[in-house]
């Protein structure tokens, strides 16, 4: 009997594992309870990050301006911020939850974020949004002009999404299935600011699979 509860105990433990590893569903079950105004935040507590932006800029000597403006930035720790705004902004886009993306968007995005968000309540449409596995996220651009400092990050995941109707029916898109997108987001941040968090400022155009139903709005053409 001790056997068959210490064998229960670890395929438990196996199956949360997994599941933290595969990522989750978004627009659908309980809030992550992660604090957006936080994300890009270094703990106090926290090791170093492996790179250091004086001695790697990742080509990119404009990191090493943000990083003399801003003794608490590393493009590692941004990253790793980056990874969460991410999954974030998916989830509270497909939630319409309004009050997360005003943390999260800058005030431009967010009036584009609002208006197809209630653009799709007015047609009783519910956005179910699966990211299953983002695959990768770097830094491929930087700029600093005075005190504002922009940082673009290609993101290439795999996700599906689709809108449903009341009645549960599908009406664009498809949940089931996954495509692989590779989009470029644009955050800023006024690097005199005592708010720390990076705020999105621009979405470009997906590459990859063509999703009938966006998970986020593009800003730009």
């Known amino acids: 009997m001790y056997d068959v509860i210490l064998w229960a ?4 433990i196996v199956c949360v594992v997994f599941y933290s590893i ?12 992660i604090d957006p105004t936080k994300l890009f935040e270094k703990e106090v507590n926290s090791p ?15 990191l090493r301006d943000i990083a003399k403006a801003d003794p608490g930035f590393t493009p590692g720790y941004f ?4 990874k969460g705004a991410y999954s974030m902004i998916l989830e509270a886009f497909a939630n319409g939850d ?11 995005v967010y009036e584009v974020y609002a208006a197809a968000i209630d653009d799709r309540l007015s047609k009783d449409l519910t956005q179910v949004t699966d990211l299953a596995r983002l695959i990768d996220a770097k830094i491929v651009g930087a700029e600093k ?17 689709a809108l449903v ?11 089931d299935l996954l495509s692989r997108v590779s ?39």
Do not use: M
């Not at 309004?98 to 431009?108: A, R, Y």
């Open 79 to 82: 990253i790793d911020g980056a």
């Open 98 to 108: 309004k009050d997360d993306l005003q943390d999260l968007l800058t005030p431009s």
């Open 145 to 161: 002009s005075g005190s504002a400092a922009h940082i673009s990050v290609e993101y290439i995941a795999e996700l599906s999404s």
């Open 22 to 33: 595969l990522g989750k569903s978004v627009g659908k079950g309980p809030e992550s309870g």
């Open 165 to 175: 109707d009341a009645d549960g029916k599908t009406v664009q898109g498809d949940p």
């Open 183 to 221: 989009e470029v987001w644009t955050f800023e941040r006024d690097l005199k600011s005592k708010d720390l968090n990076w705020r999105l400022s621009d979405v470009a155009s997906s590459n990859g699979d063509e999703l009938e139903a966006d998970p986020t709005p593009d800003t730009k053409d």
């Open 48 to 62: 170093l990050p492996v790179v250091d932006p004086i001695e790697d800029d990742l080509g990119f000597p404009v």
């Open 9 to 12: 105990a670890i395929a438990t």
